[in-house]
C-alpha cells in the first residue's frame, strides 16, 4: 500500500536499507521525509548501531549518519500514539499534542476575535516555533475544508474536509493528499453516533473514530470521558509512515473544536 498526504508525487522515495532492528532484527527502511530510520515490523522508528543513513538523490541533502545508538528527541512527526488536550479553564481555546509519555509535542492557542480558520500549531506553549497551521479554503463553510500548511514551506502536506450532512447523523471527514486527491477518511461509528446524537444526555458518550486510507483501517481516535474538557487519544500503530502525521493531528484537533461549538 503507497499513500502519501505530505507530497504531491505519488509516494515518498523509501531506500532499501541494509541495517537491522536492534529491537526485532528486521531490515529498517530510511524514512527521507521524517529524516528517520523506521522498522515496519515494530511499527516504531529507531536509531541503529553503526549504520549510515542513505544519500539523497542529486541535488538533495544527504542523510545524517547513526554512529551508535541514541535516545529519539520526540516529535510531532514520527509518533504512534498522541493525546491532543484542550485546556479547560481559558477563555480562548487552547490544545496541547502530548506523546504517549505525556511529553508536550505540540500546542496551538486560538486567538480572541479571530474566525475558525485561523489555526496555528507550535511545538510547544512558548509558541516560538511555528510547526503547521491549518486553514480554511472553503468560506461559505466555517467547517467545511482545511489545508494543513506546513510554516516552514508554506506548500500544504494535506487536506481535510467534512462532510457536513453526513456528520447530522454521525461524523465523517475526508482526508487528501497534497495534491487535493482524496485517499481515505475518518469515520465515526455509526451506534454510539446515534446514541450521541438522540439519547437524553448523550453527549456524555466518548466518540469513537476510525481512520481509514484506501479502504484500510490505519488508526483510531478515541474521545475520553470527560464532563468539563476535550481529551482525544490516537493509535497511529498502522498508520503509514511515508503519511503525514499532522494531518491525522490537525483532524483531532478541529473534532474537538466543533465538538465545543456543538456542546
Known sequence: MTICLGDTSPSIPMAAASYPCPVCR???TWIAQYN???CYACKQYRQPAQAVAPSQPAGGPAAPAAHAPQAQVPNLWNQNVYRIRRKVI???????VEDQQGRQIGYSKQKMFKLK?????FANDQMTQELFRIQQTNWSDAWGQFAII????GQAVGHVRRKALASIVRSEWEMYNAANQLVGGIYEKTG???ARRFVPMGKLIPAKMEVTLQGQTVATIDQQFKVIGDLWDINAQGFPPNADRRVLV?????????ERQQG
Open 36 to 38: 528517520a530510520w523506521y
Open 90 to 96: 481559558a477563555l480562548a481555546q487552547q490544545y496541547y
Open 192 to 194: 454510539r453516533a446515534l
Open 150 to 153: 506546513d510554516s516552514a514551506s
Open 26 to 28: 528486521n531490515p529498517l
Open 250 to 258: 490537525s483532524c483531532a484537533i478541529l473534532m474537538g473544536m466543533i
Open 117 to 121: 480558520e485561523d489555526i496555528r500549531v
